[in-house]
């Protein structure tokens, strides 16, 4: 193992054995460089990486601190390299929400409020499938996302956040727009909505596999005549 990655995985033992807690200062480089057994560069390098993942908060002329560690901040990396999808990651994406969403839905129809159902009513009562696909694709990331944070696993939320791509949703509706099927995007979209309202959670999870599984299926015949 590099000396870096050993640098690395021993400052995640500080922070999971509870020597480090989020919002903790690390100690001064030098002491915790002779703690790790590592040189300074490979601490350097190491910090390095557990910032760019959000782990560590570098705070120039302050110090080194654990951050919050909250699911959203965690996640972040993520979603960047959602953002950088190639053609063929577009239909791993949607394997994965394929899996994840419809649990997601079914957790949601168990859990949800009045305030969750108010608002994806009023979601779906701006949605026009005529619309600017700008306008789609910010429907279509706020009606998924509002589901899923329905059924208070804020794990789960954020996770599915980082799945959530405004380049691919935009691709897909652009391509769903020129076939038509916007009207019956927004219609499953409805259908899901009335079971979230019936607490059927079984239906929720039913329909959202379809639905998602729908769009996961133009896109491979999409990709297959591209």
Do not use: C
């Amino acid at each position: 193992m590099a000396v870096t990655d050993d640098a690395i995985l021993r400052i995640k033992e500080m922070i999971t054995s509870g020597a480090l807690a989020p919002g903790d200062r690390l100690p001064p480089e030098k002491e915790l460089g002779e703690r790790l057994g590592v040189s300074r560069g490979s601490l350097r390098e190491a910090v390095k990486a557990l910032e760019v993942i959000r782990v560590l908060d570098v705070r120039r002329g302050d110090g080194t601190y654990v951050t919050s560690l909250e699911p959203r901040l965690l996640l972040e990396a993520m979603s960047f390299v959602v953002d950088l999808h190639s053609d063929d990651s577009v239909l791993e994406i949607f394997a994965v929400r394929r899996i994840l969403e419809p649990a997601a839905a079914k957790i949601a129809a168990t859990r949800i409020d009045a305030g969750r159902l108010a608002e994806l009513d009023r979601l779906l009562a701006a949605a026009d499938a005529g619309g600017p696909v700008e306008d789609l694709v910010e429907h279509d990331l706020a009606f998924h996302q509002a589901v899923v944070e329905a059924g208070g696993n804020e794990y789960l939320s954020r996770l599915v956040e980082s799945m959530q791509s405004g380049t691919v949703r935009a691709r897909v509706w652009r391509g769903i727009t020129q076939t038509g099927a916007a009207e019956r995007t927004i219609a499953e979209h409805h259908g899901i909505l009335e079971a979230l309202r019936a607490g059927d959670a079984d239906l929720a999870e039913a329909l959202t596999l379809a639905h998602i599984a729908g769009i996961e299926q133009w896109l491979r015949a999409a990709s297959a005549g591209g």
